[in-house]
């Protein structure tokens, strides 16, 4: 098997880890928190110094929470640190179009291959390998690496060849699932409102009209108030719709519901305690609109 390198060991990078540790491969992994380590080098893996050192592997995968965070960690000083050459680094956050662009340019003076690969799925996918993977970068480069994305993820879907155009894909969809949980709220506000079950209504709407992942998942969620443990926290998910905001400012797109979705999520962080609640809890701002 294969020595490689992840970085960023929140609760999806976790899992996305332990899922190369437990397929057979010494994988090298730094947190910038390092005790979120520890279950993974008890699991099998070696922890490493600095991101320089997981990328001396010579593939690196990285699963960090931000732009901050990604810009930080994978620094110009950063890539220039490792020695080993050819290497490539594999970015799984979420980010930014325009930090994409710049890593992808970042890496390139480096010397250093740069695939984008977001994921759609929540942790309990992630830890199943069940995740659906958006790949973009250089064909040859995605061919490379798919024996390892194939681990972590059910689909690999190649995007184009250009790192931030999986990216663009990623904020795109994120922005449906924003608009999945407000509809799912809302109509919930509607019909409690007036004495029907929320479990019932939703049943009615995943069995008849409205299927999909998002709308079982997270219809369920919050028809029972299970907002924690997060999957996806509030704001992370603030987070994305602000990356949506700038993906289409940047060419000039209106999205007329992205300012009312900002006030839902910004009314819904005001609450005590919400920072640590699911991102769906969003749908709590209609259900005490209706008291």
Do not use: C
């Not at 960090?64 to 620094?75: I, K, P, Y």
């Not at 020695?83 to 994409?100: E, G």
């Not at 999945?180 to 008849?208: K, N, P, Q, W």
């Not at 992205?258 to 969003?282: C, K, N």
Request: proline content about 4%; hydrophobic content about 50%.
């Amino acid at each position: 098997m294969t020595e490689i390198g992840f970085v960023g060991l929140g609760t999806m990078g976790s899992a996305m880890a332990r899922r190369l540790v437990d397929a057979g491969h010494t994988v090298r992994v730094w947190n910038r928190s390092a005790a979120a380590a520890a279950p993974l080098v008890a699991a099998g893996a070696v922890a490493a110094e600095s991101p320089a050192e997981a990328l001396e592997t010579g593939l690196v995968f990285s699963m960090l929470a931000n732009d901050a965070a990604a810009d930080a960690v994978f620094s110009a000083e950063a890539l220039a640190a490792s020695t080993r050459r050819p290497a490539l680094h594999v970015n799984m956050a979420s980010v930014s179009p325009a930090l994409a662009r710049a890593l992808a340019s970042r890496h390139a003076d480096a010397g250093v291959g740069y695939v984008a690969a977001p994921v759609l799925g929540r942790v309990n996918l992630a830890a199943e390998g069940k995740l659906n993977i958006l790949a973009g970068g250089d064909p040859a480069l995605v061919d490379g690496v798919l024996p390892y994305l194939t681990v972590m993820g059910q689909r690999v879907w190649r995007i184009g060849e250009e790192p931030a155009q999986a990216n663009l894909v990623k904020i795109a969809v994120n922005f449906n699932i924003i608009h999945a949980m407000e509809a799912i709220g809302e109509s919930i506000a509607i019909v409690e409102s007036h004495g029907v079950d929320a479990s019932g209504f939703v049943e009615l709407l995943t069995s008849t009209l409205f299927g999909g992942v998002s709308y079982t998942g997270y219809g369920d969620i919050i028809a029972h108030r299970r907002y924690q443990p997060a999957g996806f926290t509030l704001p992370l998910g603030l987070k994305d719709l602000g990356l949506a905001e700038d993906a289409a400012a940047e060419v000039g797109i209106t999205l007329p519901t992205a300012p009312a979705l900002r006030r839902v999520f910004e009314t819904a962080l005001a609450q005590p305690g919400a920072e640590a609640l699911d991102w769906s809890a969003i749908a709590e701002v209609s259900r005490n609109s209706a008291g």
